[in-house]
């Protein structure tokens, strides 16, 4: 059996991946699992997309941080979504 390739994903494709992620969840290892990143790469482009505006991190009560989408961090993934939908293929059968 010969392997698939993978196909390497744009950086707005991990962005959106991330995004996705951190509105079902706020914790650091689920994100990257998630989004499928290392937690190395996820930390990086988590911090990136917090010094945007995207996502910020949070307090919880026992005193660790956690990321939560921001307002504009919502409208982008909503409208990334909106883009993908208009572009992925559609299938009939």
Known sequence: MVPKKMKRRSKLEIYLDILEAVSKTGKLTHIGNMANLSWKDAVKHLEFLKNKGFVETVKTG????????????????????????????????
């Open 62 to 93: 026992n005193g660790r941080e956690e990321y939560k989408l921001t307002q504009k961090g919502y409208e982008a993934l909503e409208t990334l979504q909106k883009i993908t939908d208009a572009l992925a293929p559609k299938l009939t059968y």
